[in-house]
């Protein structure tokens, strides 16, 4: 038996949560199914403990072993933080040159709130222009675009930025973002933001590195509430520059403070919606155009049933690209219905991003453990002028980080490594690094390290893709994703560009140390990083046969089922996508309250 | 008898549904902590994470919180034929008196199949123990802990947080060990052992009964020994043999290399000499047959010191936060106020956070 709800939604992050909010608010019957578990903050607790801790085994556990058959990583190690999925029950295969490797990147986070548990929480809106690069680069003249794939694959926003602004609007308003308005290269109709804290006084290299490059900067908006958030009832310590800590980035928060979509949206309704946790959704099954089961897993294992009037898929893209071809699997309706224009799971993206790093010299020194994510951003490398003068097709932000390398154990663990397959790769290979060479290694770091980062558009290729690995199964029995993906030599023109105005940055607020810069496309792991942004793999359109969902993020060929997490992205934006996931979100929420 | 507090099935099921509840049993998670290769609990992730040990707080909160841990025991009975009774029984009871499990709901209030019950348990402690199911007493099916009691059965086992009792290895290793470790961290300097000395010795009394009171100076670089000790029995058991292997080869060489000299009066300098030889991955006298890569384990020893030294104290290293108040009074900004006042978002009484409670 079915049970019956107006909306099932898949997922309860960016993609999921903005969506039940909505619905649930105009008095719809709304389930939630999320893979993870529901971890919650302090003060949702009866004895006041969290599930989240401030400590840094929690980011990056203990090792394990990959022992997936047949991939180039078998018996390789892995650091998963404790909401990452496990490798052995669920991993993620890229190809790499024909070799098919196990990966921890292109995970959010299995958890309810999904990936904004655990982000840094940057939190910046994509220009005007990011929503339109096809009509933007018609008759410009481009770098490294030999073939002319940039002209052809662009593609416009079937959404304009002066429709979603209001939308992220509302995303800032009900999420809990600080930071500040001037400076940024985009139309702002209000201010939403909290007040800013305190930057970390390393920051300041950054601050006199933008100005001398006349790079116009603002406050990094960040989902941290620095002041009672009256839309979730969360309140601030007395002193709210307390809320710095490097317990940040991968970190859960305790304290609740962090805007997670649970503790900003999803808490505060509880008791309207039905929320599951620990519930794996295996496949849909529809009638004909309408998807009309939802079979899923609870925690115990047990085989359950869902029915809504619509179904939501938001369970970041890799994995609802995944969930949408499983359903194909087992239904040639369904396998003809969300594969008709044949680009499900094509043109998948993350970003172009990279940056540089350096050491302040002695005898400054600066405690990193009080921090957020991030500090300084500036628009000044998405500007049209700066675009023209290189021959880009499209802008990036570029902003610094003040929480990397601030905990012991993160400083050497990253230590020559900054991804997640790679980890603890440079120190544990260091052997001569001991004793007196330990003692100089952290006289030279601790407390010393910035960076400066840029997160900018990768071109959308339909050879970048997310398919079903032919033979590698998770632990339910179900083939695991299958991930190719490639750097355009525009993208890699692109990321020599950016790492070069980041080291720039740095050197101009003399920060030159240890001084190092470039792209993702130079890491040994090049072409499985994704920064965990994943989007792509089911764009929308306007033309059916150009894209895999409606404008309203709706599968063309299916009356009630929508994709809302980063796969309905043509194009991946020039700033960290989660707050256009919510935004967006929030939009098709609002057209949803009329559809059921 | 242990206090036994509200299970919250919510927690429980959090547990359950990531590393439990799956429909393929192929021991994909054998890495070698399990001897047998068929051992069933290979097929669970992170098992080791059973039974659930975590941070102890009254619900007003009380300054006596901090010696317990709050342990959960669960049991994973079948959907299909669940035991109608299982309780525990262990060194933390008596051992005719089972605490009885409760079955775990879901939030319809279904049972999941699923049994557990919290304990409220003292720090610092290793105890054995095992479920009472229908009547039948079993060994944890969960948790790889295990370890052979004085009249050869073998127990399930767990330790609290704070645990300074050895469950990995024997007296000499844990002497080699303390010696390799030193080498490798950076407490070796003048500086670092007068601080570390003053560190220990100018604790007053308060701090004392609430850091150390199981965890005093063990005698040990800020106690990297005993969290190595306590890691390689749980999380990172699959290491427990290149352990268990190299410092049997070590001490094998280094006896060698200096005959007659007790093992406890080995130089620094053999140390020195038998650590750049392992860097080097060439260690005359090292049987290859036993073990092939000496710099392999040197690079895993490296990773769990500094692991080690800098995590929470809870983990067993990092005694009394002797490895972060070493970093704390080192750097030092340009205006003289350190560069990790790391107490500022700790909870107390390590810490002093009056908003995190741990």
Same mark, same amino acid.
């Given at each position: ?26 008095? #719809? ?74 990966? %921890? ?31 933007? !680069? ?83 908006? +960040? ?144 405690? #990193? ?30 902003? !610094? ?21 790679? %980890? ?50 998770? #632990? ?17 023109? +692109? ?10 940055? +740095? ?41 895999? +969902? ?33 935004? !967006? ?12 | ?358």
């Amino acid at each position: 038996m079915a049970e019956d709800f107006d909306a099932v939604i898949i997922g309860s992050g960016a993609g999921g949560a903005p969506i039940a909010w909505t619905l649930a608010r105009a008095g #719809k019957r709304v389930l939630i199914l999320e893979k993870g578990p529901l971890l919650r903050p302090q003060r949702q607790r009866r004895n006041q403990l969290s599930d989240f801790k401030r400590d840094e085994i929690f980011a990056t556990g203990t090792e394990k072993r990959i022992k997936v058959a047949g991939m180039a990583n078998f018996n390789g190690s892995y650091y998963s933080s404790h909401v990452e999925p496990d490798l052995n029950d669920e991993p993620h295969v890229y190809n790499k040159n024909g070799t098919d490797f196990a990966t %921890i990147e292109g995970y959010t986070a299995q958890v309810v709130g999904g990936g904004t548990q655990l982000y840094g929480g940057v939190s910046l809106r994509f220009t005007p222009r990011d929503l339109a690069l096809r009509s933007f !680069n018609e008759g410009r003249t481009l770098q490294a675009d030999g073939n002319g794939d940039v002209k052809r694959e662009a593609r416009d926003w079937p959404v304009s930025y002066d429709e979603l602004e209001p939308w992220y609007c509302a995303a800032e308003t009900l999420i809990g973002v600080n930071g500040t308005v001037a400076n940024q290269g985009k139309r702002f109709s209000k201010d939403c933001y909290m007040k800013p804290l305190q930057p970390n006084p390393i920051s300041k290299h950054v601050e006199q590195g933008m100005d001398a490059l006349g790079f116009a900067r603002y406050r990094t908006p +960040l989902a941290v509430i620095t002041e009672d958030h009256e839309p979730s009832g969360r309140k601030v310590p007395a002193d709210p520059e307390t809320a710095k800590t490097a317990y940040v980035n991968r970190y859960g928060d305790p304290l609740g403070l962090k805007s997670s979509t649970w503790v900003s949206l999803l808490a505060p309704i509880e008791t309207k919606l039905t929320l599951r946790p620990n519930s794996v959704v295996t496949h849909l099954e529809a009638e004909g155009a309408a998807v009309r089961r939802v079979h899923y897993r609870d925690a115990a294992g047990n085989k359950k049933v869902a029915a809504g009037k619509i179904v939501v898929v938001a369970c970041s893209a890799i994995e609802s690209i995944r969930l949408l071809k499983l359903s194909a699997l087992l239904d040639p309706n369904f396998d003809a219905r969300i594969h008709a224009s044949g680009l499900l799971g094509k043109y998948f993206l993350t970003h172009a991003f990279g940056g540089a790093s350096a050491q302040v010299s002695a005898p400054e020194r600066y405690d #990193k453990s009080q921090t957020l994510d991030s500090d300084w951003a500036t628009d000044a490398c998405a500007s049209d002028a700066f675009l023209d003068e290189r021959g880009l097709w499209a802008g990036g932000a570029i902003y !610094n980080n003040t929480s990397d390398r601030a905990l012991p154990i993160s400083l050497a663990r990253t230590h020559g490594s900054q991804d997640l397959d790679t %980890i603890w790769n440079a120190f544990v290979n260091d052997t001569s690094m001991t004793g007196q060479k330990l003692v100089d290694f952290l006289d030279g770091n601790f407390g010393r390290g910035l960076s400066v980062s840029f997160m900018a558009n990768q071109v959308p290729l339909p050879t970048n893709r997310i398919e079903l690995h032919p033979s590698v199964k998770d #632990k339910w029995g179900r083939p695991v994703a299958y991930i190719e993906k490639r750097w355009h030599e525009h993208d890699v023109y +692109l990321m020599n560009v950016f790492a070069d105005r980041c080291a720039e940055i +740095l050197r101009r607020g003399r920060v030159t140390d240890g001084l190092g810069s470039g792209g993702v496309y130079m890491a040994e792991n090049a072409l499985a990083r994704c920064a965990n942004h994943i989007l792509g793999g089911a764009r929308f359109g306007t033309d059916p046969k150009d894209s895999v +969902l409606d404008r309203d993020n709706r599968a063309w060929e299916f009356e009630n089922l929508y994709v809302t997490d980063g796969a309905f992205m043509p194009t991946s934006g020039g700033a960290n996508p989660t707050l256009t996931i919510q935004a !967006n979100a929030f939009r098709v929420g609002d057209t949803l309250k009329g559809r059921v | 008898m242990a206090d036994v507090l509200p299970l919250d099935d919510e927690y429980v099921l959090n547990f359950c549904g990531k590393y439990l509840a799956r429909d393929e049993f192929d021991t994909r998670h054998n890495y070698g902590q399990y001897p047998n290769p068929n051992d069933p609990r290979g097929a669970i992730a992170e098992a080791w994470r059973f039974p659930i040990v975590d941070t102890f707080r009254s619900e007003s909160g009380s300054d006596d919180d901090h010696r317990y841990n709050g342990v959960t025991f669960v049991y994973p009975g079948l959907r299909e034929a669940p035991p109608k009774s299982v309780g525990v029984v262990g060194t933390f009871g008596a051992l005719y008196d089972a605490v009885p499990l409760q079955p775990v709901k879901d939030a319809d209030g279904q049972a999941t199949g699923y049994l557990a019950v919290t304990l409220k348990l003292l720090k610092g402690e290793a105890h054995t123990y095992r479920f009472v199911a229908d009547g039948v007493a079993v060994n944890d099916p969960v948790n790889p802990q295990e370890t052979r009691l004085d009249n050869g059965q073998i127990w399930s086992r767990f330790f609290t947080h704070l645990c300074t009792q050895p469950v990995s290895f024997e007296q000499w290793e844990l002497e080699i060990l303390n010696r390799l470790t030193d080498h490798i961290l950076p407490f070796r300097t003048r500086d670092a052992q007068n601080f570390l000395s003053r560190f220990y010795d100018s604790a007053d009394k308060d701090n004392k009964r609430t850091q150390y009171a199981h965890a005093y100076r063990l005698d040990q670089p800020v106690g990297v020994v005993n969290f190595i000790d306590k890691l390689v029995a749980r999380e990172e058991a699959h290491h427990l043999v290149d352990y268990k292997l190299c410092l049997r080869l070590i001490d094998d060489v280094l006896s060698s290399r200096r005959p007659g000299v007790a093992r406890t009066a080995w130089d620094k300098e053999a140390y020195i000499e038998l650590y750049d030889q392992m860097g080097q991955d060439s260690v005359p006298g090292w049987n290859t047959g036993v073990y092939g890569s000496p710099r392999y384990f040197l690079q895993i020893l490296r990773r769990h010191t500094y692991t080690g030294a800098f995590s929470h104290p809870k983990y067993g290293g990092n005694v009394g936060a002797a490895g972060w108040a070493y970093l704390e009074e080192t750097y030092r900004g340009v205006a003289g106020a350190s560069a990790f006042d790391w107490r500022r978002a700790l909870e107390p009484p390590l810490g002093r956070c009056g908003d995190y409670f741990g």
